[in-house]
């Protein structure tokens, strides 16, 4: 198969200077950030032709688009050179890539949040297959994918319904509509810092997971790493295992929005407490722990962990800063009914996502027997 360098076939945009905090939630155009999900809107348009979205910040991600569209200032924007729009399918470059994303990761380097090089980038190879067969990949994997996205659309439409229930319910935590008693989040939870555990134990394989804020979605939620995952041999102390449910909250913001993100432990003996993150040792009859999960996913709580960390580049919190937070506790019998609802919910999800696993694996299928190429 002949291959071509990403240089001779696209050309870099002007770097854009919006910070990615100015993403608005509704608006008329895309705004793409380093996050691999599109969840921000613009008022305006940067750019108008089809085009490969770069992120270049904390972790892989490629996106294309074929509509106006605006970008924060740590996205790259490529777009085919004007002389090869008939011999190239911008959007069969971007499946490449995304069914390849390892390429990419691989480019990743630095201390802190790592970055990827535009020089990098236009040093990728892509295959130059036959206009024709570029088109034909596109269109079928173009419909594997929509039904795919659909599913992943009604499971965003469950969590979405969790969060409008918790505000009916609660209220904004901010402003305490429904006039309970504040006081700090100290007064109901502790929040635990982890053990330093020793880089030289660290493994690919082993009994231990060894947890970062790397195994956090923004929007909270445990996420396996797989061959990225970290494993530890070394000594410790016990009491640094975790059990099923333990809450733990990303004290350090690894990628953008994963500051004050929470995970509940998926099972025993298996997960070890690292020292970015807080294990949040609560009060049962007082507090419940799906309340602190949705509590802590506020938006407004968010904004004030993040405005109270530290750090410039990376950003800190600590168990002080978070117990600080001041917020009105509801009823535990209130919560409680919250937790009905949320538990039938994920019963719901947990059958979606097992379709939706499937529907990925015959996506990812479909991209390995058409871009598959050895790490």
Known sequence: ?????????????????????????????????????????SSFSQFNLPSLIFGTGGKASVHVCKNPFSVSTDCLVAQLKTDLTQNFEIKFIYYYLFGNIWILEKGFRGAGLEHISKGYINNIDIPELPFEDQKRIVKILDEVDSLRQKRKQAINL???????????????????????KASP?????????????KSEYFLNKGSFILLTPGN??????????????????????KSYILSKNDLLVA????????????IFIPESNKFLHNQRLGLIIYDKVIVNRF????????????????????????RHTS??????????????????????IVEKTEYTKQKMLAQSEEMEKQFQGLMQSNFSQSK
């Open 251 to 262: 004290m350090t913001e690894q990628a953008p929005g994963l500051l004050g993100s929470l």
């Open 1 to 41: 198969m002949k291959f071509v360098k990403l240089a001779q076939i696209l050309d870099f945009q002007k770097k854009s200077h919006i910070k990615a905090g100015d993403g608005l939630k509704e608006g008329s155009f895309p705004f793409f950030t380093s996050s691999p999900v599109l969840s921000k809107y």
């Open 158 to 180: 469950l969590d979405e319904y969790l969060k409008s229930v918790f505000l009916e319910m609660f209220g904004d935590p901010m402003k305490n509509e429904k006039g309970w």
């Open 319 to 340: 168990p002080t800063k978070l117990e600080a937070i001041n917020i009105a506790l509801p009823p535990i019998a209130l919560q409680n009914q919250f937790a009905i």
């Open 216 to 237: 956090f979605y923004e929007q909270g939620g445990y996420k396996d790493r797989g061959e990225k995952q970290k494993y530890y041999i070394g000594d410790f102390p």
């Open 291 to 314: 309340f602190i999960f949705y509590l802590f996913n506020h938006p407004k709580i968010r904004k004030i962990i993040y405005t109270k960390a530290t750090g410039t580049k990376v």
């Open 185 to 197: 989040l100290g007064k109901y939870l502790k929040v635990k810092h982890g053990f330093a555990f």
